[in-house]
Structure formats: structure tokens, C-alpha cells
């Protein structure tokens, strides 16, 4: 049966998370008041959760706090980092790691021949 999530302002994407949510604060007593919300101070954007002012307000800021390892690209949230790695038209998408160093490559192949290298030195 699903909870009645009417009486939350959940923002959980997932049902699982959003029903555990609902179960241990709320157990079964609805909010007497609204919560105060929280209003940007370069528009007219309020919200009540202070995560989401923050996102937002990086908007007018330019702040950019989660980058690209590979390619320094800056992102306002760590949803669109993890996106932009993830997409292998990226130069930066480097799915392959090595096993002995932080080093990580865009195909198999490069990664063997970085292997080679390990190898050579652990023959001396």
C-alpha cells in the first residue's frame, strides 16, 4: 500500500527511500505548520530545503565546486560530474584503472601498455 506522501515534502527520488523517509520522522503525524522557506537573494526562487537554495544559488554565482579530474571542467552538482564522466564521447571518460597507480584509460588496449610499464619496473 503506498504511504500518502502528501503529507511531506519528500524529495527522495526513489519510492523505497522516499516510504523509509516518511516512516521515521513522520510516523503518522502530519506537520502542524508549513516550514519557512528559504528565498534567493538574486531572484524571486524560494524553496524550504537549504540543499536546493544552494544549488540554486550557484546558478547566479558561477560556483562550480565538483571537477573533471581529466579535464577540469567545473559542475554545480555532483549529478552532472558524474554524468559528464560517464559519457564516453567525453576525451576525459577513462573507464579503465590500473591496478598499481591511480592511473585510469579510455580503452583496454592503453591500459595494457601502461601495464608494460609496471612490469618493467618490478623486474629490477
Known amino acids: 500500500m503506498p504511504l500518502p506522501r502528501q503529507a511531506c515534502d519528500c524529495q527522495e527520488n526513489q519510492e523505497i527511500a ?12 502530519p506537520s502542524q505548520e508549513p516550514a519557512p522557506r528559504l528565498v534567493c537573494q538574486f531572484c524571486n526562487y524560494s ?57 585510469r584509460f579510455p580503452s583496454d588496449a592503453l591500459l595494457s601498455r601502461h601495464r608494460c610499464m609496471h612490469n618493467t619496473f618490478s623486474s629490477y
Open 18 to 29: 522516499c516510504d523509509a523517509h516518511f516512516l521515521s520522522p513522520h510516523a503518522g503525524k
Open 47 to 103: 524553496t524550504v530545503y537549504t540543499t536546493t537554495m544552494v544549488r540554486h544559488v550557484r546558478t547566479h554565482t558561477g560556483e562550480r565546486p565538483y571537477r573533471c579530474v581529466s579535464c577540469k571542467k567545473g559542475f554545480t552538482t555532483k549529478q552532472q560530474l558524474e554524468k559528464h564522466c560517464s559519457q564516453p564521447s567525453k576525451p576525459c571518460f577513462k573507464p579503465f584503472a590500473c591496478a598499481y597507480c591511480p592511473e
